[in-house]
């Protein structure tokens, strides 16, 4: 029978126990200083990122807020000005109707011998000249209308005729080839289209053109262009 070997104490089979790395703890204190500085930086940066960006987007809509506000305000003064500026009209009208009605009633013959005056420098050497006025004024306009002929050298042959139709201060004049009519109710008329073509212009942002408001007063007065 084989003999047992016997344990021997004197070989050292543990290999040893490695030493555990070790830090003073000053270090281990400023380490953690550093990790919690650098922390409360980058937290402080994203929160004053994430601030501004709020205040951005905060500062951003409350500039549309105001330019919305202010388009809307800009748009009611502008409707409001047009309003009051139809109103003005209507009434600068209603005031020159007024006027001129109390003027005619007044000076019946000032439109009236003015236009015909007009007429006869034109027309001194048409062999006639018909002048309808209104019943009222047949007399008198007789007289006034033959000594204006006379005046502008007219040398042809004046007809004056009184017209139920015909209001006082208008007239209509005829010769061979032509004629012309003073007619408040045709001038009131195309004052009142020309007052609601402007306002609409205005509504519109338009504009009448000068040509179109011209003519459109030529016709109103029913003098030849």
């Avoid at 003064?77 to 009434?91: F, G, K």
């Avoid at 032509?178 to 007052?195: F, K, Q, Y």
Wanted: net charge negative; hydrophobic share 45%.
């Amino acid at each position: 029978m084989a003999a047992t070997a016997k344990y021997l104490f004197d070989n050292d089979f543990g290999g040893g126990t490695a030493a555990k790395p070790v830090i003073a703890l000053a270090d281990h204190a400023a380490k953690i200083a550093q990790v919690e500085a650098e922390a409360y930086r980058n937290g402080y940066a994203a929160a004053e990122a994430k601030a501004q960006a709020e205040a951005k987007r905060d500062t951003a809509a409350m500039l549309a807020k105001i330019a919305t506000g202010l388009d809307e305000t800009r748009r009611r003064l502008s409707t409001l000005e047009t309003r009051l500026e139809a109103e003005a009209i209507e009434i600068a009208i209603a005031t020159a109707r007024k006027l001129c009605a109390e003027l005619i009633a007044r000076e019946p013959f000032a439109e009236l011998t003015a236009l015909v005056g007009d007429c006869f420098r034109h027309l001194a050497g048409a062999p006639h000249v018909v002048v309808r006025v209104a019943e009222a004024l047949y007399g008198e306009a007789q007289e006034r209308l033959t000594a204006i002929a006379r005046d502008r050298g007219f040398d042809g042959r004046l007809v004056v005729l009184a017209e139920p139709d015909i209001a006082p201060g208008d007239c209509r004049i005829e010769w061979a080839d032509g004629g012309v009519t003073r007619n408040r109710a045709v001038i009131d008329s195309a004052i009142d289209e020309l007052v609601t073509r402007y306002i609409a212009a205005r509504q519109s942002g338009a504009a009448m053109p000068p040509s179109a408001i011209s003519q459109q007063q030529q016709q109103s007065e029913g003098l030849p262009r």
